[in-house]
């Protein structure tokens, strides 16, 4: 069983900055496409950024240049570093792991509220 605990979410001011931290099971850390998503109250869940085992990312244009998506290999952790807040990024933040094994294999975190007061 692949497990992902979430880390580093709370609360803070628009224009602030929040690390968020997503520990892997190390078994599949290293094969696996890891990512950040999110979901707003009433809203369905978004994609925020991913990065794989190779270290390629991709962002959604809402957060590009504001966020950073990071991965340590030798910790099996990945991080979201979030600068420039803004209140429409309050939700709760999840983590993601897809690799495949002859299928693919999909897991998620329990998620970490992030909340952006104006």
């Known amino acids: 069983q692949v497990q992902l605990v979430e880390s580093g979410g709370g609360l803070v001011q628009a224009g602030g900055s929040l690390k968020l931290s997503c520990a892997a099971s190390?078994?599949?850390?290293?094969?696996?496409?890891m990512g950040w998503y999110r979901q707003a109250p009433g809203k369905q869940r978004e994609l925020v950024a991913t990065?794989?085992?190779?270290?390629?990312?991709n962002y959604a244009d809402s957060v590009r240049g504001r966020f950073t998506i990071s991965r340590d290999n030798d910790k099996s952790t990945v991080y979201l570093q979030m600068n420039s807040l803004k209140p429409e990024d309050t939700a709760v933040y999840y983590c993601?792991?897809?690799?495949?094994?002859?299928?693919?294999?999909?897991?998620w975190g329990q998620g970490t509220q992030v909340t952006v007061s104006s």
């Open positions: 190390r078994s599949i850390f290293s094969i696996a496409t």
């Open positions: 993601n792991a897809v690799f495949f094994l002859l299928t693919k294999y999909d897991y």
């Open positions: 990065i794989t085992s190779g270290g390629s990312t």
